[in-house]
Nanobody, 127 residues
Framework: QVQLLESGGGSVQAGGSLKLSCTASGYTYSRNCIGWFRQAPGKEREGVATIHTMSGGIEVVDSLEGRFTISQDNTKNTVYLQMNSLKPEDTAMYYC????????????????????WGQGTQVTVSS
């Protein structure tokens, strides 16, 4: 059974940093596209970043590039989302998701249909 477990969320003041983790289990970690998404109350879910676990290819949405980075530790089947210079508008539930794809060209924040989702971890940024 595929499981994605997010952790690392919490409450921080504006300007602070958090590092989220997404640990995958129950399936072959390689050749996966793993993405981070977020959803704030009353808003639609939006994509944040993706990483192709075999190639290491990454994408971060333009609006967050420079503050958010995505990385992985293949030995731990874990993908990270490092969030710096956090703003109150970053407050949201953050989810990771995964799908098996053969190529990093198919691993995109927009346009990739993710098959598996975690339960989410809450990030709250206060001003």
């Amino acid at each position: 059974q595929v499981q994605l477990l997010e952790s690392g969320g919490g409450s921080v003041q504006a300007g602070g940093s958090l590092k989220l983790s997404c640990t995958a289990s129950g399936y072959t970690y390689s050749r996966n596209c793993i993405g981070w998404f977020r959803q704030a109350p009353g808003k639609e879910r939006e994509g944040v970043a993706t990483i192709h676990t075999m190639s290491g290819g990454i994408e971060v949405v333009d609006s967050l590039e420079g503050r958010f980075t995505i990385s992985q530790d293949n030995t731990k089947n874990t993908v990270y989302l490092q969030m710096n210079s956090l703003k109150p508008e970053d407050t949201a539930m953050y989810y990771c998701a995964a799908v098996q794809v053969a190529s990093h060209w198919l691993c995109r924040v927009r346009g990739t249909s993710f098959a598996y989702w975690g339960q989410g971890t809450q990030v709250t940024v206060s001003s």
